[in-house]
């Protein structure tokens, strides 16, 4: 089974890798862009909404917290490692559906959903 998945999965790979370099030190929306310099700010030590005026629950800065580590980690700007864990869920994700498509029953509509996921609201832009 995993020799017949390899092509899907090396070619998941050159996708996604090539959509990084597209993405890579582009600046994303003004909102994504402030909640990662506030939960930057936070992992450093401020207290939120006290130190960090924000009007988002915390939850938001739980869901910033592996891209800004991953920046810190990697040595990279936490903007980039946004983009590296948004693409490394898709990855998984797209891991995922190829292994319902082989074991199940509904392999007539996962080719639809796995063509479907790449092209998530996470990687599309506003029109200006």
Known sequence: MLKKSLPIVLALQLFLGIVLAILWNNPPNLDSSWLLYAT??????KRLYVDILELNP???????????TAGWIFGITSTNGFYLCILGTMFCALIWVIGLCRTSAASVNAPIVAAALPSGPCLRRRAS
Do not use: M
């Not at 930057?40 to 030590?45: D, H, R």
């Not at 915390?58 to 800004?68: C, D, G, R, T």
């Open 58 to 68: 915390p939850l938001i800065f739980l869901l910033n917290v592996p891209a800004v």
């Open 40 to 45: 930057a700010e936070w992992l450093g030590g």
